[in-house]
């Protein structure tokens, strides 16, 4: 049973930029397809970008061409590069494979909180 621990987060004026960190706790992380998911206060969670096992990447439409997805098979890490950050994008992100299989990962991590506001 794989867990994550996701890191980065943190508070950002418009425009700004954060790179989110999700280590996973077993090597088997390669060989699946990881995404990073946000929730929003009374919203559901979200699919935001996700990348195949050999690095192949999808973003959503409200993301794209300002977020960027990567992964090192041999760190079990997967990153978000976030630039140009909107108040809109405020919302705890999480990391689970894609799409969330509970074979794989059991439960959600804690999530890392990015706020976005002047």
């Known amino acids: 049973q794989v867990t994550v621990v996701e890191s980065g987060g943190g508070s950002v004026q418009p425009g700004g930029s954060l790179r989110l960190s999700c280590v996973a706790s077993e090597s088997i992380f390669r060989f699946y397809a990881m995404a990073w998911y946000r929730q929003a206060p009374g919203n559901q969670r979200e699919l935001v970008a996700s990348i195949t096992s050999r690095g192949s990447t999808d973003y959503a439409t409200f993301v794209k061409g300002r977020f960027i997805i990567s992964r090192d098979n041999n760190k079990n890490t997967v990153w978000l590069r976030m630039n140009s950050l909107k108040p809109e994008d405020t919302a705890v992100y999480y990391c689970?494979?894609?799409?969330?299989?509970?074979?794989?990962?059991?439960?959600w991590g804690q999530g890392t909180q990015v706020t976005v506001s002047s």
């Open positions: 689970n494979s894609d799409p969330p299989d509970i074979t794989f990962m059991p439960s």
